[in-house]
């Protein structure tokens, strides 16, 4: 048997390409900041602990990276909407503004249920069953619920 059947000469792997962001990082700001100003949401950290003022960076972070990719836009209604990159789900999703009735979708829930809640104020916020939420990936579910902690800021 020859030395290549025995020890199959390697591939060279070349590495994927970063992904090519379709926003700049300042327009991608801009529009973070366009949203949070029409919703009013209050970013100022001052008088918070060191965990809040963490998690507030977190969700910025996150929302500003997906606008960047192209996967979140904020639409003319200054809502975010979300299109899916790693779940079944490819229909972009519209987060409406919390009102009290959407957040009394978590008190069908257990205390203990914190995935539960999650889920269900996502579906009320979105007009969306909470399954769609528990069936995505855990990555899609990220996004989305980093949008609605900055709803909840």
Request: aromatic share 4%; glycine share 4%.
């Amino acid at each position: 048997m020859s030395e290549e059947a025995i020890h199959p000469p390697t591939a060279t792997v070349k590495a994927p390409l970063p992904p090519v962001d379709k926003i700049d990082a300042d327009t991608a700001e801009r529009e973070f900041k366009r949203f949070t100003d029409a919703m009013e949401i209050d970013l100022d950290t001052e008088g918070l602990d060191d965990n809040d003022r963490r998690d507030n960076e977190i969700s910025k972070r996150t929302i500003i990276k997906n606008i960047r990719s192209g996967d979140l836009i904020i639409n003319d209604r200054d809502l975010p909407e979300y299109t899916p990159k790693r779940s079944d789900r490819t229909e972009a999703i519209v987060f409406k503004e919390p009102t009290g009735a959407m957040l009394m979708a978590i008190d069908k829930k257990k205390d203990t249920a914190k995935v539960a809640q999650i889920h269900a104020l996502l579906g009320s916020m979105t007009g969306n069953h909470e399954n769609v939420f528990a069936k995505m990936a855990q990555s899609d579910v990220k996004v989305c619920s980093e949008i609605l902690m900055t709803f909840l800021a």
